[in-house]
């Protein structure tokens, strides 16, 4: 089937190089020349696991790249709207790109076509489509719109598109959910996991997968309830593991013991210094927004929200009791990204905790595999970028784990307790057992556990915070 896909961002980009793989004709619009040259010469704007290979196999082929949305329009049977919806000054979700899509997508519209929104839209946003692309002079008869959430996780996006859990559909007429199941059919069929060149089968991944048919509304209402739940179950297990450490609980055998029961899951019951990126925090405040609105108050979201962003003032008041004064420590920092496998900063945590720490005098050496070049231009000239993680860990007074990269798990931790000034560790994603760390002569320090105390400082090592009576 053709398809086109107008925006080039991350969902755009992202869906059409899987719609390629998935053996259909795509173009992929955007009005940024400079981006589709970039894109046509072979650079990948993002870092995500296996899609600068589906780029260059379907490059020139299955997929190409224009600035022309009508003619695009005009040669597509479907087409899927993956613009930007960032949030307003008061939460709401900003629909003047979906809005400018739609008015032009109506002048090309010259037989059937299903208009098919990708972005993440509040509910009733299928409707306006609707209505812009009538009120600009198209035929009611000749589109249908569909609402087809996506349920990607930076990092994992490809295999998430193409091993999903769910396929969700959003349409009003059988002739449009009829496109939609054909589109799709390659992956419902179970035929695109029988190729010899599909991308490798993620753990616990359920083929074929089941394609989900609702009304409009409904869909659009599934994409903002599945990140408001995934989220509360983060902020749960965050309130959770602060209990812990005031009672002196294992966070980490707390999760085992609920995560275990079938009605709850491990899934995302993961402690850490709170979530970021550009969808919870994003997609939380549409939906309140949605639902106030509506005449709701969701205060539950609220209460989401608060324990998310104080999760991260308990991180920096974590610091501050193990180091005691800020102004003047040398802190290497692991991790930039708001999570492991990807080079967005949007909303991350630990650039936010970097930047109050930098307030409050710190100097900063800082580590990331993928985010140092995009961090560079949100981050003051206090922070000294390195080439691997023990070089960030040399000298400095303490060891921040920010973001949960594999390769931080697997540090040679003698070499790192060489490397530092005070064998000081605060881990904010619980990346090492304490009892090993402990072992290896680190103070050891972490989110929902107990703290496990070095017992082998060099002799007349003091460390920091600590007077000569103390």
């Known amino acids: 089937m053709r398809i086109a ?34 894109l046509r010469d072979g650079e990948v704007p993002i870092h995500e696991r296996f899609l600068p290979e589906l780029l260059a196999r379907h490059r020139g082929q299955r997929i190409k790249f224009s600035g022309d949305l009508q003619g695009a329009v005009r040669d597509s049977a479907a087409v899927f709207i993956a613009v ?46 609707r209505t812009v692309i009538m009120r600009n002079g198209a035929d009611p008869a000749s589109f249908d719109v569909a609402s087809n959430p996506e349920f990607l996780r930076e990092g994992t996006a490809v295999s998430d598109f193409l091993f999903p859990d769910r396929i969700v559909v959003g349409a009003e007429s059988d002739r449009c959910a009829q496109v939609l199941r054909e589109i799709y059919a390659p992956l419902t069929s179970g035929a695109y996991y029988a190729q010899p060149d599909a991308i490798p089968r993620p753990d616990r991944a359920q083929i074929p997968p089941r394609l989900i048919v609702t009304s409009t509304k409904s869909a659009e209402l599934i994409k903002h309830a599945s990140n408001a739940f995934l989220a509360m179950k983060i902020s749960f297990i965050n309130a959770v593991a602060s209990v812990c ?39 939380l405040m549409a939906f309140r927004a949605v639902a106030k609105e509506c005449g709701y108050d969701f205060r539950l ?11 991260r003032h308990r991180f920096l008041r974590k610091v501050r009791g193990v180091l005691w004064t800020l102004r003047g420590k040398r802190l290497g920092v692991l991790g930039l990204a708001f999570k492991g496998g990807t080079d967005d900063i949007r909303e991350s945590p630990a650039i936010l905790l970097v930047q109050e720490l930098l307030r409050e005098g710190c100097r900063i050496s800082a580590y990331d595999p993928a985010a140092m070049e995009r961090a560079k231009e949100v981050l003051n000239s206090n922070v000294e970028y390195t080439l691997d993680a023990y070089e960030a860990a040399s000298g400095a007074d ?9 390769e931080f798990a697997a540090l040679d931790l003698a070499r790192l307790r060489k490397l530092l000034k005070y064998p000081i560790v605060i881990d904010g994603r619980n990346l090492y057992d304490p009892a090993v760390m402990a072992a290896h002569g680190f103070s050891y320090h972490s989110v929902g556990r107990p703290e496990a105390q070095a017992n082998d400082l060099p002799a007349g090592a003091r460390r920091p915070g600590k007077t000569e009576h103390s």
């Open 5 to 38: 896909v107008v925006g080039s961002g991350y969902v755009g980009l992202v869906t059409g190089a899987c719609f390629a793989d998935l053996g259909h004709e795509v173009v992929l619009v955007d009005n940024d020349e400079q981006k589709l040259s970039a």
């Open 84 to 129: 930007g919806t960032p949030p307003t000054e008061t939460g709401d979700a900003d629909l003047s790109y979906v809005e400018s899509v739609a008015r032009e997508i109506s002048g090309a519209v010259d037989s059937y076509k299903v208009v098919v929104e990708k972005s993440t839209v509040p509910v009733y946003t299928s409707q306006w489509v």
């Open 245 to 283: 450490e005031s009672v002196g609980a294992d966070v980490q055998q707390v999760c085992e013991g609920i995560g275990t029961d079938s009605r709850i899951g491990p899934r995302f019951l993961n402690p850490g210094i709170g979530y970021g990126g550009s969808c919870f925090p994003k997609d």
């Open 301 to 311: 979201l609220d209460e989401v929200i608060r324990i998310n962003e104080e999760q």
């Open 398 to 406: 303490a060891l921040l784990v920010l973001t949960e990269w594999e």
